[in-house]
């Protein structure tokens, strides 16, 4: 069970957030605070999994009380709901979680906490390791699909830079990749990853075997959609394996359809 601190100086948008997170099941507690200090005095009175920080507000930011916490023994997990995407890189410094740019939607915050939960159990279970074993496992599959011949221009991994340096992030760990106005999120099972990059300069280094466009805003590995919802004449939306739903672009439908192999049902999905 997950107990939340959501940290925002305005009342509405603590409203929306509480509201978001309520009915999400494995949510212990949810305790609120309005600006920085009163947050930093929370989280010395009581216990946290997980804080949910706005960056820009009064007494200190969001960014100074992640700094914070980020030296405690077992620190909590941290996801930011800000308005700006500048802040994007120190907020990978200090190792968060996800990166939400407001308007958020219920769903985009829900499977941020998902992605939470997800971390907890792999710590839980085995400590890091379940972390590094992941990463291992995709470089075997990886290594055995083998399919890219010598000198190919797609990656196997991408460098996010960090906290002292980079970290190395094996495509087949990716799950999806979305725009975030200058950057662009790069979503694992277990957290994600912010880099200053286009879509069209992400989508040049990936595999077009593995990887699809769906939308000008989202890529998706072909292997974590799970299924496809039709919810209205000419919509297409594709779910994923860590809950995702995201819709396909209606100039990519066509595209889309025939990649994933059911171009017996194209007239049904575009309308034509």
Not at 161 to 190: K, S
Not at 238 to 250: F, N
Request: glycine letters at 8%; aromatic letters at 6%; charged letters at 25%.
């Amino acid at each position: 069970m997950i107990r939340v601190l959501l940290v925002d100086d305005e009342p509405l948008a603590l409203d929306r957030l509480k509201a978001a997170i309520r009915p999400i099941e494995g949510i212990a507690a949810i305790a609120t605070a309005g600006d920085g200090p009163e947050a930093l005095e929370a989280i010395a009175t009581g216990a946290f999994d997980l804080l949910v920080l706005d960056i820009q507000m009064p007494g200190c930011s969001g960014m100074d009380v992640a700094r914070h916490v980020a030296a405690m023994p077992a620190p909590p997990d941290i996801v930011f709901v800000t308005a700006f995407d500048r802040f994007a890189p120190q907020a990978f410094e200090v190792e968060a979680v996800d990166y939400l740019l407001k308007p958020v939607s219920f769903d985009r915050l829900r499977l941020a906490i998902e992605r939470v939960k997800r971390r907890r159990a792999s710590r839980d279970a085995e400590g890091r390791a379940a972390e590094l074993d992941l990463v291992v496992r995709a470089l075997r599959e990886e290594a055995r699909a083998g399919a890219a011949p010598q000198g190919a221009a797609y990656e196997g991994g991408i460098w996010i830079p960090c906290r002292g340096g980079a970290v190395r992030v094996p495509v087949e760990t990716i799950d999806w990749i979305e725009a975030a106005r200058d950057y662009v999120l790069i979503n694992t099972p277990t957290r994600s990853y912010i880099l200053r990059a286009t879509m069209t300069e992400v989508a040049g280094w990936l595999d077009p075997a593995r990887f699809l466009r769906i939308h000008r805003s989202h890529i998706v590995k072909r292997a974590a959609v799970v299924s496809i919802d039709r919810p209205g004449k000419g919509v297409l939306r594709l779910v994923l394996s860590d809950g995702a739903c995201l819709q396909v672009g209606p100039s990519y439908q066509t595209a889309v359809v025939e990649a994933l192999g059911i171009e017996s049902v194209t007239r049904t999905f575009t309308g034509a």
